[in-house]
């Protein structure tokens, strides 16, 4: 009890002087911080001369910040990045490819025929497993190689955050946290690593926000989706010189189109259940510092593609298992697969989607890496291609984009299936890592089935709308 | 008035040891603890990755390391841990990212803290700097980019800033490693007790204030003798701080001090 109350002396202690203090305590102690750090400054800096440097500084940030050419840099910068991916990734891909499917996947057939392994472990193992790695890698690992190094160059150079300072005011005009620009742009790296870098946000309510936002920014396992079908279904519409063009174009509208969705949804939320006020906050704008290139390619290379690229085929694997069990085991005469697809089909080509495709993202919650690898693999165990891979459920040789383009029509699809295939892309439920950090940083049920079930509604409301009008004029 | 003991106590291996593995730290095989604070975009994280040799990718944004990163390096004979604060301009105010910077230095009781500040941006990084000598003895300032204040102009006594602030300065180029051996000798002197810090304190305080904070650091200091911080304590009874307030109710301090 003594000890107690004691203890209890000090806080009255303390609240008796605030009160003799006054409640501009804080003020009080900052200003006496600022004098003797100026103090201490003045006797240690020396300044030479005119410093140049700044001046160079704010001459850029007029240029990049100001009102008239801050969007046009932003959305120019986005399209050469995605333009030099698109080019670039084209002929690394084929020479994976070529080694990982046309020359190794033989080898290995041959190996396991040889040795005399059951059919349905050398299915299960290579037409499952490692055909799905393969296309994994084959697909992602060079757009990533060199889509990641540039951000990275980029986001070393500081430029991002100038793209905060650009959408603060459009973030506040939703009722949101100018910060939530920088969540958002860590969302286009990864949106489980947005999700956690909104903890910057220091306001519950526009933390929310942003958490469940940021779904909204097309994430790096969405990417290859969105420039393989772009170049597919898009790229192919303009000739061939101006289809790498149109395709960084048409991706970047999807970008663009899901900033637009994280500000309506943002404003909606802000509107109706998480009303309240917009905190204001200073966002200092770091100097220009010129990155270093070779380490920031050897970190990026390291830290983002390498982890990425990993997280996808530990998803995959398994995956891959599962489309050949699926493909292959039977119920009256007819794959699981197929009934999947039949039963979701009315509902897919309602949306202008297909069976395949939705089954595939259901296949491919755990990541979106996989879902353009799932969709190729199931539309040829439907379809039953004759003379493309060896049995149903098999991941088949691929040489280019024009040879999934045969596929893909063959399979019933059209150009609007590949548009409403990336909107679908940019609205739909997080991938399972993302719904995971979601629970943990909000710790609630509620707001990590908010976060997962709205955006697929958008998606599906999205997609039919398109579909509708889409079938009404062309 | 300190004995010998009492001062190696705090060197020691198992110093604090609870007090770490409450905030998360495994403190196992570890000889000491390093905090690594500074204001956003001085290159701490570089400074981090330097000594460590992670190759961590280091953005150059403000509120990139929203968590703690940890990693561990050993220098002479010894092993340290070295744990990344977030960013952050001060410790006064409420916000998560500032929160988990201040009671690690405060409840953590590192063994050293490094401040890193920006060489071309002195005045306004001494802000945190000040705060931070509020709360812990054991400090060095790492004066990083100076390549950069190079390019600006700008030259800093060092010997002079170590002089007023009363900690150990190094100057540093983190990204070229430049100044880091230096840097991981000052750090193992100041943790070793090699070197004595004498932190400077706010001295710029008006006098009602300056009384106030007298009159209940004295009061802390006969209620939980051996409290390194207890004017920081009182700066943050005197404004209010729930979770101090907490501390001193609950026994948070006292467990404290008697580790």
Known sequence: ?474 | MKTHSEEACTDCTFHNTEGLKKLGVNTSEVDFVVALAGNPNTGKSTVFNALTGLRQHTGNWPGKTVLRAEGGYSYGSKKYKLIDLPGTYSLLSTSEDEEVARNFILFGKPDVTVIVVDAARLERNLNLVLQVLEITNNAVICLNLLDEAKRHKITVDERALARDLGVPVVGTVARTQEGIPALLNTISKVAQGEIICKPHRVKSLSKPIEESVNELTKKIEVQFPGLPNSRWVAFRLLEGDQRITNAITTNELSELIDV
């Not at chain 1, 870098?197 to 989706?225: Q, Y």
Request: charge should be neutral; hydrophobic fraction near 50%.
């Open chain 1, 1 to 474: 009890m003594t000890s107690q109350h004691k203890k209890d002396s000090i806080a009255a202690l303390a609240n008796r002087l605030r009160w003799n203090i006054g409640d501009n305590f804080h003020d009080k102690l900052t200003e006496g911080i600022y004098a003797d750090a100026a103090d201490i400054a003045s006797r240690a800096v020396h300044q030479q001369g005119e410093p140049r440097n700044a001046t160079m500084d704010s001459k850029i940030d007029s240029i990049v910040t100001s009102k008239t050419w801050g969007f046009p840099i932003m959305i120019g910068i986005l399209a050469v990045i995605l333009w030099l991916t698109i080019e670039g990734a084209n002929v690394p891909s084929g020479l994976l490819f070529n080694l990982l499917i046309d020359t190794m996947y033989p080898i290995l057939k041959g190996f396991s025929s040889q040795l005399g392994i059951a059919w349905w472990i050398d299915g299960l193992l290579i037409d499952g497993v490692y055909l799905a790695l393969a296309w994994v890698i084959a697909v992602m690992l060079p757009p990533m190689a060199i889509f990641f190094p540039l951000f990275t160059l980029l986001e070393d150079f500081g430029y991002l955050p100038r793209v905060a300072f650009n959408m603060d005011a459009l973030f506040k005009k939703s009722g949101a946290h100018g910060k939530q620009a920088l969540t958002m742009s860590m969302g286009f790296g990864c949106n489980a690593a947005g999700v956690i870098a909104t903890r910057i946000i220091d306001s519950p309510r526009e933390r929310l926000i942003a958490i469940i936002t940021n779904n909204f920014s097309l994430c790096n396992g969405r990417w290859p989706t969105q420039i393989l079908i772009a170049v597919i279904f898009i790229g192919v519409l303009v000739p061939d010189s101006m289809s790498g063009l149109v395709a960084s174009a048409s991706v970047i509208s999807i970008a663009l189109l899901g900033i637009g969705f994280m500000f309506l949804t943002s404003l909606g939320l802000s509107k109706t259940v998480l009303k309240g006020e917009v905190s204001t906050f200073t966002l200092e704008l770091p100097p220009y510092r010129p990155p270093r290139v070779w380490q920031t390619i050897y970190t990026s290379l390291i830290d983002r593609t390498l982890i990425v690229l990993w997280r996808a085929i530990v998803f995959a694997a398994p995956a891959g298992a599962v489309i050949w069990l699926v493909s292959n085991i039977e119920i009256a005469d007819i794959s699981i697969a197929n009934h999947l697809i039949e039963w979701l089909n009315p509902f897919g080509l309602f949306i202008g989607l297909n069976g395949v495709i939705l089954l595939a993202y259901i296949v491919a919650i755990p990541a979106n890496e996989i879902v353009i690898p799932t969709i190729l693999m199931l539309t040829v165990a439907n379809l039953k291609m004759a003379g493309l891979g060896e049995g149903s459920g098999v991941m088949f040789e691929l040489d280019s984009a024009m040879e999934t383009s045969n596929i893909l029509s063959a399979g019933g699809w059209t150009l609007l299936t590949g548009v409403n295939l990336m909107l679908f892309s940019l609205l739909h439920n997080p991938c399972s890592t993302t719904i995971y950090t979601i629970y943990k940083e909000t710790k609630s049920w509620k707001w990590t089935t908010v976060a997962s079930i709205l955006p697929v509604i958008m998606g599906f409301v999205v997609t039919f709308l398109v579909a509708q009008v889409w079938r009404l004029f062309l």
